[in-house]
């Protein structure tokens, strides 16, 4: 009997992987079309001050809309981008159109704009150059400028990643670790690189009102960041309760559903300090 139950799990997952590898490779099959075909969108996600609740900065979120499979989460095709060479086509059109929307509204609104940046591209030898160029054509503030980077980006090459990371952080731009704490060399990261910003992952957020492990962790993460002199964004706030109870704990920015979800970032506000998201707690 246990046999037989054990074979149908196997011939369950077994569905699941063939669904998974026949999407993976017509993503594979379309993502030419997707740049081909302008199929790709930036969003934005607010990320607002912790204290005021004002708009401070916006993560560039992409989005594909492809007209043969519908709507793709980059949470799927980023991976496969990553495989080949298309991860570079997809950022370079997410930095280009973020700097050109930066050289028209970044002096009025003052917003970040924070990129995530993939592994291989980060570690690309004329990414440096790439981002510099686009800097001094556009006449953007490199200080307008965050990249997120995860802390699998890091695991190879070690010595060349700091030195990548200090050299741009020379030319003015921002370092944050995204997803912190979900990988598993988060602290000897922040033992080694000057990040500006450590983004605490949304799952310390999602389980800290009902558990006091967490609770306590994001309590002492935020204070560590500090102690670094890094500053604090918290991922995947839906909650006032998360809210509030963040900012007592003196993070710096909240970021999540409860201040929007990811929208077209051309209807960015031109005016951002006085757009103010929640009242004073
Ligand atoms: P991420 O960088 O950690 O981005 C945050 C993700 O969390 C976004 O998912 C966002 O929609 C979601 N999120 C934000 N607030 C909440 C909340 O309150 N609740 C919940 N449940 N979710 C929330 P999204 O847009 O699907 O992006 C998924 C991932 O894809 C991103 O995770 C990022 O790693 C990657 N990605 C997106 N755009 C790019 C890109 O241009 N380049 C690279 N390399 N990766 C990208
Ligand atoms: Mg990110
Ligand atoms: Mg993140
Ligand atoms: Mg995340």
């Keep these: 009997h246990a046999k037989k139950e054990g074979r149908g799990s196997i011939c369950f ?44 900065k916006v993560e560039i979120l992409i989005r594909w809309q492809s007209s043969v499979l519908g709507f793709v989460s980059p949470a799927t095709f980023i991976p496969i981008a990553e495989e080949t060479s298309f991860i570079f086509d997809i950022e370079r059109l997410v930095i280009e159109e973020t700097f050109k929307h930066a050289a028209q509204y970044g002096k009025e609104n003052r917003l970040i704009y924070s990129i995530n940046i993939s592994p291989k591209h980060f570690e690309s030898d004329n990414f440096v150059t790439y981002l510099n160029e686009k800097m001094l054509q556009t006449g953007v503030s490199s200080q307008q400028i965050e990249l997120e ?17 200090e050299h741009l952080k020379s030319l003015g731009f921002r370092i944050a670790i995204d997803d912190f704490g979900t990988g598993y060399s988060a602290i000897s990261y922040i033992k080694q690189f000057a990040f500006d910003t450590l983004k605490m992952d949304r799952e310390f957020i999602r389980e800290m009102l009902g558990n006091r492990r967490d609770l306590a962790l994001t309590h002492s993460i935020i204070r560590m960041a500090h102690n670094l002199g890094m500053q604090v964004v918290a991922e995947g706030v839906e909650l006032e309760e998360q809210a509030h109870t963040l900012a007592n704990f003196g993070c710096d920015y909240l970021q999540g559903y409860l201040y929007g979800k990811p929208q077209p970032l051309q209807g960015v506000i031109q005016a951002p300090e006085r757009q103010v998201f929640h009242g004073i707690d």
């Design 149 to 165: 980077i995860t802390e699998r980006n890091l695991i190879m090459q070690q010595d060349a990643a700091q030195k990548r990371i």
């Design 13 to 56: 997952y077994q569905q699941h992987y063939e669904q998974d590898l026949k999407l993976q490779l017509k993503v594979q099959r379309e993502l030419p079309n997707a740049l081909k075909h302008h199929e790709l969108i930036l969003y934005y996600q607010p990320i607002v001050s912790a204290q005021g609740r004002q708009l401070k």
